[in-house]
């Protein structure tokens, strides 16, 4: 059976050239980069060339990049880490309804367990931030605005730039989980005023298991991980260097192809959803037509189940997702949709669709071509 993948917000497949990077270092060059000896010091150059490639990308130095095991621990660090710098002088935290996991439940984690208040914005029907509820909701005691980039489920764009205006003015840091955003959208630190971001190798083409955290020079930060002297004393434990070699190659091709990439993929998902709209009733489209990631199209089908749907499309080789890998499992709603006002039956009738490098228009027909009858047959079986 022919597979389609329309599932990219969750993975992606590892490009060819940054599977050659990597090999050398699961091969002959295995040396630990903190070892003084000759395969210490080769892994020690090729982690040191990675992290000035990746600065870069960013438009940071090499110095300002902390390697992690995920962009969720980049998430994690990002949040625990600067409100545990500030020694309790910072006990408020604000964020949005429609935050990763990484990013909710790391300020749950500081509401219950570390006497942290936590303001949660609301979002719009389209799912966005409004920049004057950030300048409302700060406190002369609030430690950090952690709002990301490009939300995973919708692909809604946030106004990072604003936002980040407004906590520069106020003398807030500011945090942004940039993991679906990197890649896809212009992402440099030299032109947001952002002080730490976040990102991920499996999500530009790279390997699972790495990414990395960018801090802006003098911010205070904790380490979340204690133990050796690596990444600077800011992240214990020995780096990952295939995994790096592998993530930053991927992020070099990927971000080279970002603006290329956005018009094609933009008209892919527009065709998905004309497509999609012209031949059946009772759907929605969840998040803005424009102001989003290109690769990225969540639609409800009234009088359907998501599981329902993702297995009928399974079964004909396709696969989508309901939103966040990291909520398999759950038979709950999806907690963005809900927050931007869907009910709880069209927020279980989801279905995200993220295209990729090696999407194509057949794809994207073969994909119309089935979706009417399974809407159809879903729907007669909940009549």
């Known amino acids: 059976m022919r597979r389609i993948y329309l599932d990219h917000n969750a993975t992606t497949p590892v490009h060819p050239d940054a599977l050659k990077a ?4 699961l091969e002959a060059n295995y040396g630990n980069p903190s070892s003084i000896h000759f395969l210490g010091r080769e ?6 060339d990675a992290r000035e490639r990746l600065a870069k990308l960013l438009g940071a130095k090499p110095g300002e990049i902390v390697f992690t095991g995920s962009g969720t621990e980049a998430d994690n660090q990002a949040v625990f880490g600067a409100v545990r710098a500030m020694k309790g002088k ?12 990484a990013v909710l439940h790391s300020c749950e984690h500081l509401r219950e367990h570390e006497g942290v208040e936590v303001t949660m914005l ?3 029907g389209d799912g966005i931030v409004s920049p004057d509820a950030v300048r409302s909701a700060i406190r002369d005691d609030t430690a950090l605005v952690s709002v990301m980039w490009a939300n995973n489920e919708t692909g809604a764009l946030q106004p990072v730039r604003e936002i980040g205006a407004i906590c520069r003015d106020r003398g807030v840091l500011f945090h942004t989980d940039a993991v679906q955003a990197f890649g896809k959208v212009p992402v440099k630190v030299s032109d947001v005023p952002v002080d730490l971001l976040s990102v991920s190798g499996h999500k530009v083409y790279g390997p ?9 020079p003098r911010t205070k930060i904790e380490p979340l991980l204690h133990g050796g002297s690596h990444e600077n004393d800011r992240r214990a434990g020995t780096e990952n260097v295939a995994g790096i070699a592998g993530f930053v190659r991927a992020a070099e091709i990927t971000t080279a192809r970002t603006g290329s990439e956005d018009a094609r993929l933009r008209a892919l998902t527009e065709r998905l959803w004309q497509g999609s709209s012209g031949r059946i009733e009772r759907i929605r489209r969840n998040g803005p037509a424009d102001q989003r990631v290109a690769n990225t199209l969540n639609v409800s089908f009234a009088g359907c189940k998501s599981d329902a749907l993702l297995m009928s499309l399974d079964l004909e080789g396709i696969c989508v997702s309901s939103g966040s890998a990291c909520a398999v499992g759950s038979l709950k709603p999806s907690p963005v949709l ?23 228009e057949a794809d994207v027909d073969a994909v119309l071509g089935v979706m009417p009858g399974i809407v159809a047959r879903l729907r007669s079986f909940a009549a």
Do not use: C, Q
């Open 22 to 25: 990597m090999l050398p270092f």
């Open 43 to 48: 892994a020690r150059a090729a982690l040191d």
């Open 90 to 101: 910072g006990r408020h935290v604000i964020t949005s309804a429609v935050e990763h996991h």
């Open 122 to 124: 609301p979002v719009d």
């Open 208 to 216: 699972k298991g790495v990414g990395a955290l960018w801090i802006r």
């Open 338 to 360: 809900l927050a931007m006002g869907l009910g709880t039956e069209m927020a279980n009738a989801a279905v995200r669709f993220s295209l990729g490098a090696a999407t194509t």
